[in-house]
């Protein structure tokens, strides 16, 4: 069923992500900001990005353990393709170009304590909240075609931190953002997340939209899942952003999560121009830090599929 989160719990949200995501907030975090040049290049960085390690649930898009084949991210023609087997462990993950962009003591480093594909994955740790823990592109925009698509593989060790004053908490784990097309100086921020509910007592899947500066009289949106995603297990995530409509779709584990997917989208989408994953958050919280894994990151203006490169 679709729930609008705000709609039931508007009032704390909504005050703890007027602090946590304040443009002025985001733009004093560069604590940690490195960068380096041209990301989103197709070319390789070592393979070998099937797996058996990756714990997929059943679903079309059944992910690891294929073999054979051309592996990697060389096997396919990508805007971004990244499997972090060209990072050192311990470093930053900034081979295919990316920014770090975090506060609040938050790391991104690529380790090799688990992956998806290959040896290396990236390590997000989050200690506390509201913090921003992101890796972040310009450099694959714009994207000429009206639809853009991304996959991802990720995994939540558990078990996953609880809030502590409000009853969720709310992170992101992929947000395009770009110009608000009619209001100058705001930025748009279309994301994929999580919410954990206390209420309900799931971690579960969430599409939102939020602009910075907030023009008088927006609210943030949030539409929530009702799925419970499992803890210490990869999961694959695939998703389809389109101007036109506009409109959203997710898949997890292969499976369309309608309830997302179908959201009401009444505010016209920006032209994208800038990509962050990680694992952003906007609530404190107990039980932590909040430690995530990501591996296996594509976009494309073509759809994707889990199990492909
Ligand atoms: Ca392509
Ligand atoms: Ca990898």
Known sequence: MRTLWLGVLGTLVFGVSM?????????????????????????????????????????????????????????????LCDDFEGDAPGSAPTAKGWQVVQNNGATSSVDDQRSHGGQHAVHFVTPSGPTVNFLTTKAIFPVAAPGMYGRLHYYVKGPAPVPNNT?????????????????????????????????????????????????????????????????????????????????????????ERMNVTSADHAEPYPAFNQLNIGWTLYQSFDGGPYEVWIDDVV???????????
């Open 19 to 79: 602090v946590a995501c304040g443009e002025e907030e985001k733009a004093s975090t560069g604590t940690s900001t490195t960068t380096s040049s041209g990301a989103g290049a197709t070319s390789g960085g070592g393979g070998a990005s099937s797996s058996s390690t990756g714990g997929s649930t059943a679903g079309s898009g059944g992910e690891g353990a294929t073999g054979g084949g051309a592996t990697g991210c060389a096997a396919g023609d990508y805007l």
């Open 167 to 255: 009853g969720v908490i709310h992170s992101d784990i992929v947000e395009l953002e770009g110009a608000d097309p009619n209001h100058g100086n705001t930025r748009d921020l279309i994301r994929w997340g999580h919410i954990y509910n206390k209420f309900s007592n799931k971690l579960t899947l969430l599409w939102n939209f939020e602009k910075r500066p907030r023009p008088a009289g927006f609210n943030e949106i949030g539409i929530d899942d009702d799925m419970d995603v499992t803890t210490d297990q990869w999961h694959c995530l695939t998703w389809r952003h389109q101007q036109e409509g506009p409109a959203s779709q997710l898949w997890h584990d292969g499976e």
């Open 299 to 309: 976009v494309d203006d073509e759809p994707l599929t889990c199990d492909q490169p």
